[in-house]
């Protein structure tokens, strides 16, 4: 794909991909004003959707985040990476885009090598927070000038690159498979960058949200319903639920069979579509698991499990017997949930408890605690979507 742009000399152009042999300026201004201008080809080498396609054109000034991620771009080399702005913010650049070199190295680790020629992050007039654009993200004018860029944003959008972007959704309803990819590779991000307290916090408020949210509670994460506003497919289902489905299924089959799988999904689909089936039947690869189960539950209904645990401590069995009643709102769902029983001293012991797709489900935990357990704490790590009740 190539952009022969047409503006006038003292703006910035950028496109997708990057800058090749510009044409000769035109013989007669034809600028309103008589102000001269200059031809720009831009040109993409890979397949893109069309909604990833993006012209810039402004006084905008450049400031060089330099060759990045070196050898974790195509072909192994760098990863030129530049900041555009209006000349009254070039001031205070790079800012938070001094983190851009790590984001992309730690994505890149984890997945597969940057997938594109280049990566520009621009100050425009988008109405969202930011907009992944192939090789060129667009960031809110606002968040500039007031300096509110965070690298939560910028790892959000460069995760797009690899889902979103150089893997993009089959159609609108799987839209889960770009959002929900963005939104827990930037948590994964933070617990990178700032410790697994951050990162459980975030993913502890994405709860709540979704908890709160009555799309969540109504329509499933992929959803075929909404055709005539497809903007409100924008929602938790497809940001904080899609990415609470990833959490889940990583903690399910471990770091070893959850980024393998990834890796397989993208190398299979890379520069083109794919479907939450193509996702599942690369997990299903990587870890030699069934997940037609787990991907049924938590994509197609609406919903999350409702739980109410019930504990009581035998003395005699030195033993917990536990009951987890569920509700039936969305169906009953089939989970691991962890316990942690805890001691008076603050001593803790860990089990996990398949919780069946059904009303109740009851289990002994052996107590291998010095003193009896005082307290029980359902899903102590932040491994479960779901609203749970300790009596």
């Not at 409702?306 to 017997?321: F, G, M």
């Not at 989970?335 to 009303?359: E, H, K, M, N, S």
Request: with cysteine.
């Amino acid at each position: 794909m190539s952009w022969w742009v047409s503006a006038p000399v003292a703006e910035t152009v950028v496109g997708n991909g990057t800058s090749t042999a510009p044409g000769p300026a035109p013989a007669a201004p034809l600028a309103p004003g008589g102000a001269p201008r200059r031809v720009t080809r831009w040109t993409e080498v890979h397949p893109i959707s069309p909604y990833l396609m993006v012209i810039a054109a402004a006084p905008l000034v450049e400031t060089k985040l330099g060759e990045t991620a070196c050898g974790f771009g195509t072909s192994s080399r760098c990863v030129p990476q530049m900041v555009y702005t209006a000349p009254e913010q070039a001031n205070y650049m790079p800012g938070p885009f001094d983190a851009a070199d790590s984001i992309v190295t730690f994505f890149a680790r984890l997945i597969a090598p940057f997938p594109f020629e280049k990566l520009a992050h621009l100050q425009s007039s988008t109405r969202f927070g930011g907009m992944e654009n192939a090789t060129e993200i667009f960031y809110s004018d606002g968040a500039f000038r007031r300096h509110t860029m965070n690298t939560e944003l910028i790892s959000h959008e460069t995760a797009h690159q690899w889902f979103g972007d150089a893997v993009t959704e089959r159609d609108w309803p799987e839209l889960w498979l770009s959002e929900g990819f963005a939104t827990y590779f930037q948590e994964l991000w933070t617990r990178y960058s700032r410790g697994d307290s951050v990162f459980r916090a975030e993913l502890v408020r994405n709860r709540e949200r979704i908890l709160a949210d009555r799309r969540v509670a109504t329509l499933p994460v992929i959803d075929t319903t909404e055709s005539a506003h497809l903007m409100a497919l924008l929602d938790a289902n497809s940001y904080q639920k899609g990415g609470w489905v990833l959490h889940m299924l990583r903690r399910e089959l471990g770091d070893s069979a959850f980024f393998r799988g990834l890796r397989i999904y993208f190398r299979a689909h890379e520069y083109g579509n794919a479907t939450s089936n193509d996702l599942e039947r690369a997990l299903e690869q990587s870890s030699g698991r069934s997940l037609h189960a787990f991907f049924d539950q938590w994509l197609r209904r609406p919903g999350y499990p409702e739980l109410t645990v019930r504990w009581t401590y035998d003395a005699a069995a030195h033993a917990v017997r536990v009951r987890v009643a569920q509700g039936d709102r969305f169906g009953y769902f089939g989970v691991p949930l962890t316990v942690a029983l805890r001691d008076a001293a603050g001593d803790t012991q860990r089990a996990t408890i398949d919780v069946a797709a059904a009303a109740e489900t009851s289990a002994e935990i052996p107590v291998t605690l010095a003193a009896p357990p005082t307290a029980l704490v359902a899903d102590p790590d932040v491994a479960l979507l779901a609203r749970i009740t300790v009596p």
